[in-house]
């Protein structure tokens, strides 16, 4: 099989427009499964990393996002394999909203430590939906499951989410 050779400037050009689309996504399920954002960071850039070295077995660029995902879902899983890292259970600090402001701060902090809270079966599929904007299919691709499983995990995700938001008996109700 011959390959044809493409100037630089126009794989680079890819490279850049990938990095520029996805970074931000990337970056707040990085943090999400690292629970550290200095980790989450590392882990970003060893995926960019093998994006670039892998970016030539990228047959369809529609779906570089969800190569990008799984890219970073590996590069997240090495880490444990080296064993560099020791791995402990830290708060995950919030991107910062710069036009949110304190009351929604803390409202994205509680809904984020609910999230966590969840079993991963079900904070997984959740966070891949609402971060990375992923749809069932495209899910349970990522995560190689039936869509169905998908879907159901989500539906209890939003059921566990939703009576954690709920008021309890007795609990102070303000506004």
């Known amino acids: 099989m011959r390959r044809t050779v493409q100037p630089a400037t126009t794989r680079e050009q ?3 427009q990938l990095v520029q689309l996805h970074q931000a996504d990337l970056y707040r399920y990085a943090c999400w499964l690292c629970k550290n ?3 989450a960071a590392d882990v970003l850039q060893d995926t960019f990393l093998r994006a ?3 970016l030539d ?3 369809q660029p529609n779906s570089a996002k969800a190569w990008l995902f799984t890219i970073l879902r590996h590069e997240n899983a090495r880490r444990f394999e080296r064993r560099q890292l020791d791995y402990q259970e830290t708060e995950q600090e919030l991107l910062p909203d710069e036009q949110a402001g304190p ?3 803390y409202e994205q902090q509680q809904l984020l430590a609910m ?3 969840l079993e991963l079966q079900y904070s997984e599929p959740l966070v891949l939906q609402l971060i990375g904007g992923f749809s069932g299919d495209e899910i349970a691709q990522l995560l190689n499951l039936n869509l169905n499983t998908v879907n159901t995990r989500l539906f209890r995700a939003r059921k566990q989410l939703r009576e954690r938001l709920e008021p309890q008996p007795g609990e102070l109700q303000i506004g």
């Open 14 to 16: 890819q490279y850049l």
């Open 37 to 39: 954002p200095d980790t």
């Open 52 to 54: 670039w070295k892998s």
């Open 57 to 59: 077995n990228l047959q």
């Open 103 to 105: 009351e929604q701060h």
């Open 115 to 117: 999230m966590q809270s």
